[in-house]
């Protein structure tokens, strides 16, 4: 079902965890919560995650289903969430059958969405009411970081609460970082997304340039990604867009949901970004090419 | 006078060269050259550099200083150039007493001056005619890359001439690749300026936007530097861009230039360059702020 990768997991006391939201991500996350050995109660609002979750897992004993957050929150030390945006947070966590109201208090509640830093500080004031400490947490590293649990993570909030949930958030990344107050995990997030976009448009167009210059694209890149236009990017997907392959990564759907998140942040705080609202806007004409479940280095396809 | 660093040199046989242009750039390629052991004769359109060098290299036995290009060229059996731009590069090459006029056949001509790939192929057909191979051959890695013999350089026109170059241009530089025809070099040299372009551009809406929203932006930088957004000018730039410094590095003044070869090709070759064309415009902003020599990392400064 999943393709989780086991890893050398750091030995901490297992604690009674539950797992909100079993996506592309979610799912491999839970999962190396579980191998690095703590108990885990899954819950996915499309059951069957949950189910297959319970199939391939189940032979540890340390795995429960429950078919509402509050009942998989109820008892959890740490309840952990990693859902689709901040509409599904605020269901997920502040609803009637959400976790907040199966939480005792002095437990921990961390999400991993990417979500706006506003709905980050309402669950961490409706958490405090409740006893509760809340942290923003995103991550960065893609399905291929939640499977191989390299993931980075960027935490807000209190940071005494921070320090309790590292060690457990440390099964599924590489690096697991303190940014601040609550929200600065999401803000943290929103600069990571603005520069890829820029950069991925930038690669686009240095491609796509190239190409009809008539060069050698795949020498192009393996010589000018030794000095100073070197990026992630370029290294990992310069000789794919090359290729025109795009079925695989993070989805545009997905970039252009972070990106929405950025832009309103901006208007909020009066940041400019004209070269990231374009990007934003070039991938929506992806979306119109039938591009929603491309990778983002697909700007290209505006160019070719 | 210069701050060339002496590097571990290839053993080849010893030449007689010529190099025109002795700039932040040309100075010190003109110094690896000597220090890896061929003979040298200086050309530089203000003269005062030329006796600067002979005064810092006379010493060894193998510096020579001419009045004109054609003087230089005399006698050479490389002659390299690295001047200001196409208008520069067509005095010293073809003019009255331009290198073509004092080079013998059978002799090669290398050109590093970042210049348009037009400019390239008639310098090549010039060269032809007069029996002489011509090489463009633009490098990237800025004023440290000189000056520590670290130069990425790119080639464009026969192979054979290539080969024969590649020896010596490794007395300045870390890799010196083929990258095809006359003009590919200059071709290849524009794709790493657009790539750049658009990137700095996404790392200072990155970096604004973070420091509007009170994140402490080197915690950030750090953090994020080990994912998706990584580059090159984030590990290089990122922290100076926080600290306001922009005193240093590759000039507003020069990126523009380059900026402009490369929009003048898309012109021809149909190529879309949206971002790349929009951060020109911000680099003339930034001009206007008085930043035509601060480094391209500056378009920051139109944000905060």
């Given amino acids: 079902m999943s393709s989780t990768q086991p890893k050398t997991y750091e030995s901490i006391a297992p604690k009674r965890v539950a797992f909100l939201g079993l996506g592309v991500m979610g799912y491999p996350m839970a999962a190396h919560l579980l191998l690095s050995g703590h108990h885990v109660t899954v819950y996915n609002r499309t059951p069957a995650k949950a189910q297959a979750f319970l199939a391939e897992y189940g032979h540890t004993q340390r795995v429960k289903t429950a078919t509402t957050p509050k009942a998989a929150a109820q008892g ?72 191989n649990g390299l993931l980075t993570v960027m935490c807000g909030g209190k940071r005494e609460a921070f320090e309790l949930i590292r060690p457990l958030a440390m099964a599924f990344s590489k690096a697991c ?10 803000l943290t997030k929103m600069v990571n997304q603005i520069c890829i976009a820029g950069l991925v448009q930038a690669l686009s167009e240095g491609i796509a340039f190239g190409m009809k210059a008539g060069l050698d694209m795949n020498v192009v890149l393996d010589v000018i990604s030794k000095g100073a236009a070197q990026s992630w990017q370029m290294e990992n997907r310069g000789k794919t867009m090359v290729a025109d392959q795009f079925d695989f990564g993070f989805a545009v759907d997905w970039m252009r949901k972070d990106l929405n998140i950025v832009l309103q942040e901006a208007q909020k705080n009066g940041a400019k970004l004209p070269v990231t609202a374009l990007v934003d806007q070039f991938y929506a004409d992806v979306q119109d090419l039938g591009g929603k479940r491309w990778d983002t280095s697909s700007l290209i396809k505006r160019l070719t």
């Avoid at 509409?87 to 208090?105: C, F, K, S, T, Y």
């Avoid at 970082?177 to 999401?186: I, K």
């Fill in 76 to 147: 959890a030390e740490v309840v952990f969430c990693c859902v689709g945006n901040d509409h599904d947070l605020a269901q997920v966590i502040l609803g009637d059958e959400g976790a907040l109201n199966g939480m005792d208090p002095h437990t921990l509640l961390v999400d991993h969405t990417t979500a706006s830093a506003q709905i980050a500080r309402e669950l961490f004031e409706h958490s405090i009411k409740a006893g509760i400490d809340f942290i923003d947490a995103p991550v960065s590293g893609g399905q291929a970081g939640a499977q």
């Fill in 177 to 186: 970082t303190y940014m601040g107050d609550s929200g600065a995990g999401q």
